[in-house]
């Protein structure tokens, strides 16, 4: 999905990012240390929770995990948490977030690290720059920047260079090397292109093929030769297993592979990003409220979920990403995912949990920096009221979230002292 945002809206970010206050949530300060002080710790890797631990954060990182009565460290925030359980911070690993309140209900909703999915004029790339400067508390965004495609629309205004396809679309292996270029000057993080057209428009039929294997592969190696990695968005088997061939690192959707491409990806190491929140949001509004999109998603649905289930017993790695822009209608979300993929495809609560932390972490290559609770790491963090493990909703309504070390959200306590 991708909402139109006139590409000079990055300018106006990089002001806002330093003047814009969002009391309660985003706005970043030099934080002072913290305690979580007799909580219960899912660390997004093991199945076995720390119980009845203190976590102290200083300095944006987890600093140490240990005994209940932890020393508190001077001019600390301590937050009594006994029976409250902590995760790490959630991972959309497909979203088209691009403006500062969508980052705003993105880290609200419990996620602290984004990586994008290809929006108009470089607003990921400012976003994520303001992250990292301290103007804001997060997430921390892996930007794609300007989306590797036939029609890039308004995102053609993002660069001069790119003024030509104003007029005509991008094929050739010039052209494709060339955008990859540009996008690379601007600083992102990875490529976004496509295999096929999309699902989310009425007129266009997300089977059909969109680049070829050729073509494709003039996007990895361009890509490859400026350190990029690559994402492919791609529906129809054709234009995923051309994808898989060409060398991209992750599927984004998945829908329609067959055994033989699921094979190959698995041969190949491929991820999976099936955008699971999506066949949830088909006719619904804030998202795809299209009627024609309503019956699209009736078939698309059970397809993508048999695809997903295939994947998953062949052993393809597997990613959570929402497919968003978190518009104010919309309701796809990283948790709504996880609570899916265990109650509705049966997945292992664990497996599912870490498509949405340390696995996702992993895709992205910030497994170093995020994705788990583990000291040294930054600290993302979420507190919850039960064992995802055993209540995967639970993820759907965080009480304190913590960005980068920075309390953003905190509900607690419920009570009032006497």
Same mark, same amino acid.
């Not at 050729?214 to 990895?220: K, N, S, T, Y």
């Not at 066949?279 to 804030?286: I, K, M």
């Given at each position: 999905m ?7 809206v990055? /300018?106006?970010l ?15 300060q ?7 002080r ?12 720390l119980?009845? /631990? ?9 600093r140490?995990?240990?005994?209940a009565d932890?020393a508190?460290?001077?001019?600390a ?8 359980w902590v ?5 959309d690993?497909h979203?088209?977030l691009?403006?500062?309140s ?5 880290l609200?909703?419990? /996620?602290?690290? /984004? ?7 470089y ?5 994520r ?8 508390s ?7 920047g300007v ?9 053609a ?7 030509p396809f ?14 990859v ?5 601007h ?5 976004k ?5 999309r ?31 690559v ?29 033989e491409?699921?094979?190959l990806?698995k ?12 066949v949830?949001?088909?006719?619904q ?36 990403g929402v497919?968003?822009d978190?518009g104010?209608?919309?309701?796809a ?9 265990v109650?509705e495809?049966g ?5 599912a ?12 290559g ?13 600290a ?8 995802p ?7 759907q309504d965080?009480?304190?979230?913590v960005?980068?070390?920075?309390v953003?959200?905190?509900r607690?306590?419920?009570g009032?002292?006497?």
């Amino acid at each position: 999905m991708t909402r139109r945002v006139p590409a000079p809206v990055f /300018v106006l970010l990089l002001i806002l990012a330093r003047a814009l206050t969002w009391p309660g949530s985003l706005e970043a300060q030099s934080s002072p240390p913290l305690v979580l002080r007799g909580v219960n710790v899912v660390d997004g890797v093991s199945s076995d929770p720390l119980m009845d /631990v203190s976590v102290v954060v200083e300095d944006g990182r987890i600093r140490r995990i240990g005994p209940a009565d932890l020393a508190t460290p001077p001019g600390a925030v301590e937050l009594e948490l006994r029976g409250y359980w902590v995760v790490p911070g959630l991972v959309d690993a497909h979203s088209h977030l691009n403006t500062l309140s969508a980052a705003r209900r993105a880290l609200e909703s419990g /996620v602290t690290t /984004v990586r994008t999915a290809g929006v108009d004029g470089y607003a990921d790339v400012a976003i994520r720059d303001a992250v990292r400067r301290g103007a804001l508390s997060g997430p921390d965004i892996l930007a794609t920047g300007v989306y590797v495609t036939p029609d890039l629309g308004d995102g053609a205004l993002a660069d001069p260079r790119l003024y030509p396809f104003l007029t005509r679309a991008v094929e050739t292996e010039d052209d494709l090397r060339l955008l990859v270029g540009v996008n690379a000057d601007h600083g992102v993080d990875w490529i976004k292109t496509r295999g096929t057209e999309r699902a989310g428009l009425p007129e266009t039929d997300p089977r059909e093929q969109v680049y070829s294997r050729r073509q494709l592969r003039a996007v990895v190696d361009a890509a490859a030769e400026r350190g990029l990695r690559v994402a492919a968005h791609a529906h129809g088997d054709e234009g995923i297993r051309a994808a898989v061939m060409a060398g991209v690192t992750s599927v984004e959707h998945g829908t329609y592979a067959s055994e033989e491409t699921l094979l190959l990806m698995k041969e190949r190491g491929t991820w999976l990003v099936p955008t699971l929140s999506s066949v949830l949001s088909f006719g619904q509004p804030g998202d795809y409220s299209d009627p024609a999109l309503f019956l699209r998603g009736q078939h698309i649905a059970p397809r993508r979920v048999e695809m997903v289930a295939r994947a998953y017993a062949l052993g393809i790695p597997i990613v959570v990403g929402v497919d968003t822009d978190y518009g104010e209608g919309s309701t796809a979300r990283v948790s709504r995912a996880v609570t899916f993929m265990v109650e509705e495809l049966g997945f292992d609560p664990l497996y599912a949990l870490q498509a949405a932390t340390s696995r996702a972490a992993r895709l992205l290559g910030v497994e170093e920096r995020t994705g788990s609770v583990r000291e040294g790491l930054e600290a993302d963090l979420l507190v919850v009221d039960r064992n995802p493990l055993e209540h995967p909703r639970s993820l759907q309504d965080p009480l304190v979230i913590v960005s980068n070390g920075t309390v953003v959200v905190n509900r607690l306590p419920f009570g009032k002292p006497d």
